[in-house]
Each structure stands twice: as structure tokens, then as C-alpha cells.
């Protein structure tokens, strides 16, 4: 059974008898600029994809995939930039790409991949996308903070005239915009939610809908019951709650954040219809 995900996928080469550095960058550019033009994610090398056992590569492998080099010549082959790290822990080589801003696509011909060819990370595999998927793929690539906020209002406008302002159904990205424009009258139990993840389990989450959000939260919460610095954590959290200067300012300085993740794009996208129509 295949134990890849959507952020995550597995390369094993110890099987190759000659590797070829040239077909094997080409493959890792098809995922790499998949997961970066999608939500970003991790590649590992030296797991086999449907039993996830660990082997030892050619030295050839690790060679190929140093930080430095890798990133080089994956952006040779690249006609955007593509943000990416890449480590080695024992036998494995993680490979972390981030989100891009711009849509990537291949600059040139390379083994198995034609110029202007573009993947996207689909489930657990990368899919070449063309026609109108791939018109989606550059409107939500390419919409500015400005566009992003004018959307949102018109998004919380629609639903606030439906009676929709209730947690259920705003979301954190409605509330961004309620809780920037309407700073002391409004602020919407999700934001709790959200800096509660944010403060007390001490990583970033994705900044997604209300449903998705709590359910984390829940899972956290049995995970950590016992945890006496989590909660030495909500005690400092519940406190920070009853000021409504420190959840401002919390607010702010993640707006950046926010207007940057690629689910604020999907959920505006979503909504294109009703944006378009007021």
C-alpha cells in the first residue's frame, strides 16, 4: 500500500545500476515544481514509495542532491525560482520545497519533460495540468494583497447580508478581514481557534477553514493533556485572551502570514462567483 501523501513523497534510487544525473534531476523537477506550485512539501530519498523501507543510496545520489548544488540545477531547469533546502540524515536526503508565488514550468526540454511543461501536486502524485486547469493555477498564482483584501470584502459583505457571520460559516480568512477593518467590535471566535494552535502547541498550522482548524485543535488537545508546559501555555493563553490590545496585535503581525497562504487563494477562488457578482 502506497504510504506517500499529498505533501509528502518517496524517491529510491539503490537500485539503479548506472544512475544518470540528468534523468534523474528531470524527474525531481516534475515533483519539486509540482509541490511548489501547489502547497509545497517534502520529497525523501532513499524510502521506497509503497513500503516505505530505507536503503542506502549511490554515493552519486547524495552527491547530486547537496543543498547548493541540487537548488542550482533545479532553477536551470526552471523558468521561475523555486525555493527549496535539501539535508541528509543518515541514509535519507529530505528535500523541503516551499510554495512559489509564480507558477513554475519547465524552461526547457529535459529527459521525459518538454519546454513550458507544469505539474501540480494532485493527492499523491504530480500531474501535468494544461487548458483551463491551468488558467486556474496562474489566476491563483497571481492575485496581489490588494486584490486579496477587496475579495474578502466582498466575500464577508455577501455573507453577513445572508446571516452567515456565525463561526460555522465565516472562516479565518472572513475574519481577517472583519477583525482588520472593525478592530474593537468584532472578532471572531475562529481567530480564537487560531492563536490558540498557534500559541500553545508552538508550530504553524495551515491556515484553513474553521472545521479543519478545530479538529486539530482537538487532536492536540488529547495529544497534550498531560503536558505541564502546555499547560503553563493555557494559562498564559487565557490570559492574553482577555486583552483585546494583545489579540490586535497578535492579529497584525500575522497578517502577512495570512494574505500569503495559498488556502486564502483556494477560498477566494472559491467564492469567484459571488465576488463577481457583487
Known sequence: MCIETHYIEYKDYHREQNPNEKAILAKLFREISAFANASGGEIVVGKEDKTGKESVQPDCIYSWLENDR???SINKLSDNLVILSSSRKGNLVHIRVQESDDVISALSDAKGINK??????ENHEAVKVQGNKLKRLVEKKSLSEDAKLSALRKIVHYKMSNSMNHAQQMNIFDSLFVSVSLPHEYINVVFDAWIKNEFIMGHRLPISKYSTMQMHFDICDKKFTDDTL?????????LMMKSDH????????????????????????????VIEGL
Request: proline share 0%; aromatic share 16%.
Open 116 to 121: 513550458g511543461d507544469c505539474f501540480i501536486r
Open 70 to 72: 541540487l537548488a542550482t
Open 230 to 238: 502546555i499547560q503553563k501555555n493555557r494559562e498564559e493563553f487565557d
Open 246 to 273: 494583545t489579540r490586535e496585535f497578535f492579529f497584525s503581525a500575522h497578517l502577512d502570514e495570512v494574505l500569503c497562504s495559498s488556502q486564502l487563494k483556494a477560498y477566494i477562488l472559491e467564492y469567484k462567483a
